[in-house]
């Protein structure tokens, strides 16, 4: 039996999608539910979200490819952050091809791709002025503010954190991870392989940025809120709940960064050896 519209183009599109990892940008499905694709976005070179491990959570609809995908944002530390305007810390991504914000909106020659590369489009150099409202340009200082706020939470959240979850799940044999919500996302195979592989190469990357956010704090020592970020006359809507809730020294101990880079580089040579004994056993078979 042939498969139905929706899935010849859903096969077709995932195939595509599954080629954006040059990008930075890793998708797979659900082995439990083919129309819930699991999708990591790695914060571009030269942004406050360089290395970090962005996770959405992207629902099929059966009228695919004539609607467009819903989303939901994994990486906010359970709710308390909210990396950017469009990201928000319970979960929602504005973008008006998924009919969340106003502007163009989807069409059915729109992708998974359209929707990934969007995404990305957001972890931009100055995030601030994604904000309506907000020329590019003016409000240099709160710009600078909001970029050195989610560079730290990037480093805290996005990096240390993802990683820390990623190999403790995996030390345990298990590829789940539980969410705030309840909800439980498995980090397949092929996902812990992107990752590790990316973050090996952002090793120095991420030390160094730890070693610079050592004995730094943020507004006299607590994260700022909205009237320390935009000016009060503000006519519209601004992060408001922006990386708000923890008053704290962000940094990280320099022994866990080193332990966790260590677990790392004990994992990929476990799995190289894996794959290495497979590729023996796949020539015996052969011969």
Known sequence: ?????????????????????????????DEQNMTKLHAI??????????????????????SYPHHSPKVKFLTTDGG???FNPNLYDDGKVCLSILGTWEGPGWTPAMSINSVLLSIRSLLCEEPFYNEPGYDYGKHKRESKLYNEMT????LQVAIIGELRSLLAADKQG??????????????????TQ???????????????????????RV??????????????????????????????????????????FKMLDERLLSAAETSE???????????
Not at 41 to 62: A, H, K, N, S, V
Not at 195 to 201: A, E, G, I
């Open 194 to 216: 992107f990752v590790m592989n990316t973050m090996k190469k952002k090793e120095k990357f991420v030390k160094e940025s730890v070693e610079q956010s050592k004995g730094k």
């Open 219 to 260: 507004a006299s020592g607590a994260t700022p809120q909205l009237d320390t970020i935009v000016p009060s006359t503000a006519e519209v809507s601004v992060p408001r709940t922006h990386l708000a809730g923890r008053r704290r020294l962000v940094s990280v101990d320099d022994t866990d960064v080193d332990q966790l």
């Open 1 to 29: 039996m042939e498969p139905c519209p929706k899935w010849r183009r859903l096969f077709k599109d995932l195939t595509q999608a599954r080629e954006l990892t040059s990008e930075g940008i890793f998708v797979d499905y």
């Open 151 to 154: 560079r730290k939470e990037t």
């Open 80 to 82: 308390r952050v909210r």
């Open 41 to 62: 976005i790695i914060g571009p070179d030269g942004t406050p979200y360089e290395g970090g491990i962005f996770r959405f959570l992207m629902t099929i609809p059966q």
């Open 174 to 191: 298990n590829d789940k991870t539980l969410l705030a919500d309840g909800n439980v996302v498995g980090y397949s195979e092929s996902a």
């Open 277 to 287: 004994a497979q590729t023996t056993e796949d020539e015996d078979d052969i011969y």
